[in-house]
């Protein structure tokens, strides 16, 4: 049991708006709307709410439907303003009851279907329905997110001004949560990852307990959450304020890639066109820099892809081709195995005026040399 409720992110509240017509839904969670506005009628045919379903402060401007319902669980309407009809037909509350405290409706006359009725139902998954509808985003999405990638990149410039050696990974995982707070960010939207030395080349190093910092790179990769919303920014910076020579040509090579598979974010082109764009400059620079004779080699460099898309998960539901405002992360990296990996990471959203990087600072920041 979560002590903290956190609305599954398949029932992100800003697309729910929009679209308040399910026919079909099921949901296995405790589903929670909380001042969301049904603008248009709200339908929930053939709805199975399997968790508690709690409807608090939400606008029901229109005919509220709830036809042939099933809820499992405890349903509440608290404070709900139902302006015109609630219909709640051939529904059945199969544990608990509803419970429609200070909801305020029209018409309680027209109020039906709280007998528990005998029926069977049929089920059909809103999974794909609302992955579809997550893989582009509206404009209000794209501002929770760019203040997600802020605030993200904000808490990654205070910690470059504060790490020392003698703080533990533990310590610079706490400086960028307590900015994400500081800026009114609730969560991380992933586990931290923050990984010293050879940690850093562990993909998803989550233990974040090495408290031998002092001299190594260090390589963060966080997001905060803001209002669902996650945003995913990875820094790899040297604690002590200097690269070494290897170092450097090293994450020269990474951010020289970065820089080009950002370019190719743009409407039509595939997760893969940016792939193979960074690996083809991180295997030209290995194979220049003597670290392997064949580009072959470079997978065991750089053994992740590239991009993925972002919003109310981390790893986001949709299509590997581009559309208009898909919101995708480009992480190149590279990994000496046992010594130590880095990884830039930034969004970038796809427009019509092409690929459009989202952090606050510009993106290709990099390191406070002192
Ligand atoms: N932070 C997880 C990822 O970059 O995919
Ligand atoms: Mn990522
Ligand atoms: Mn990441």
């Keep these: 049991q979560q002590a903290v409720f956190r609305q599954d992110a398949q029932f992100g509240v800003t697309k729910f708006l929009k679209y308040a017509d399910f026919s079909g839904i099921t949901a296995n969670s405790h589903l929670f709307f909380n001042y969301a506005e049904f603008t248009k009628q709200a339908i929930f045919n053939n709805a199975a709410f399997r968790g508690r379903a709690e409807f608090m402060n939400c606008q029901f401007k229109h005919y509220a439907e709830f036809k042939r319902s099933v809820f499992y669980g405890q349903t509440r309407f608290v404070k709900s303003n139902f302006s015109d009809v609630v219909l709640l037909d051939e529904s059945r509350f199969l544990l608990g009851r509803p419970d429609f405290q200070k909801a305020i409706i029209a018409d309680k006359e027209k109020l039906s279907g709280l007998g528990d009725i005998k029926k069977e139902f049929k089920y059909i998954s809103v999974n794909n329905i609302m992955s579809s509808l997550r893989q582009t985003k509206d404009s209000l999405e794209i501002k929770l997110l760019t203040k997600a990638i802020k605030i993200s990149s904000l808490a990654q410039i205070e910690v470059m001004k504060a790490i020392h050696g003698e703080m533990t990974e533990r310590e610079v995982q706490g400086i960028h949560e307590f900015i994400y707070r500081k800026y009114g960010a609730a969560h991380e939207g992933y586990n931290s990852i923050v990984g010293a030395g050879a940690n850093s080349c562990i993909l998803h190093y989550v233990t974040n307990d090495d408290i031998n910092i002092d ?140 690929p459009q990087p989202v952090n606050h600072v510009n993106h290709h920041l990099v390191v406070l040399d002192r």
């Design 215 to 354: 001299n190594q790179l260090i390589l963060m990769d966080l997001g905060a959450e803001y209002r669902g919303y996650t945003a995913d920014v990875t820094r790899t910076i040297p604690v002590n304020g200097k690269f070494s020579p290897e170092q450097k040509e090293i994450y020269d090579l990474v951010y020289e890639s970065q820089e080009a598979a950002i370019k190719k974010a743009v409407i039509g082109n595939t997760f893969n066109d940016i792939y193979l764009e960074s690996i083809e400059i991180i295997s030209n620079g290995l194979i220049k820099l003597g670290i392997i004779d064949d580009a072959k080699d470079a997978r065991k460099y750089y053994p992740h892809g590239v991009s993925h898309h972002i919003g109310l998960d981390v790893h986001d539901p949709g299509s590997r081709t581009l559309e208009k405002n898909m919101v995708i992360t480009v992480e190149p990296g590279i990994y000496i195995p046992g010594k130590w990996g880095m990884r830039l990471e930034d969004i970038v959203v796809a427009t019509e005026n092409g």
